[in-house]
């Protein structure tokens, strides 16, 4: 089976930085996504990182290290649109997406 | 552009009931998913279609079934209500089921079965 873990829950301050960490066990490897979803709505995609290293997207980034079965998502410059739950999943080598069970961070001013 | 629809919103069925969630996309996408969202589990797999007349099934398929009539829709069958069906369904596409694309996701529909 698949294992992914990250923290339940984060909170920050309004334009603070936050890093939310990611480990996983999965049965292949065929790309790690970060989804954001707000209460009540539907996932959406911020990253996709399939090799090692640091994926930037304007205050979001996204690392991976796939030797040690690791992501972050880093968030800048915290806004309060940024409260959300934040989703790791990995495509495993069936190309499944595997999700962890989300962390939900709260963004106060 | 609409993207993924679903429908219903929101319904309450009473156990032993039969019902159908919809699911509609106008990407053109092969690849179409359903999930269910329960809290403290995250998104988990139910069943999925990597192209219209084929399907499989994902982490939790049972008490659950589909078909893939044609590329747009993607319908879920829940044939006899239970109260541990209770959820989120999301359904989800994408360009391909066997390659690094990304997966889009519908507004859901919340189940409650009584």
Known sequence: GQNIDQPTEMTATEGAIVQINCTYQTSGFNGLFWYQQHAGEAPTFLSYNVLDGLEEKGRFSSFLSRSKGYSYLLLKELQMKDSASYLCAVRDGDYKLSFGAGTTVTVRA | ?114
């Open chain 2, 1 to 114: 552009t609409a993207g993924i629809t679903q429908a219903p919103t929101s319904q309450i069925l009473a156990a032993g009931r039969s019902m159908t969630l919809r699911c509609t996309q106008d990407m053109r996408h092969n690849a179409m998913y359903w999930y269910r969202q329960d809290l403290g589990l995250g998104l988990r797999l139910i069943h999925y279609s990597n192209t219209a007349g084929t399907t499989g099934k994902g982490e939790v398929p049972d008490g659950y079934s589909v078909s893939r009539a044609n590329t747009d829709d993607f319908p879920l069958t829940l044939a006899s209500a239970v109260p541990s069906q209770t959820s989120v369904y999301f359904c989800a596409s994408s360009v391909s089921g066997t390659a690094t694309d990304t997966q889009y996701f519908g507004p859901g529909t919340r189940l409650t079965v009584l």
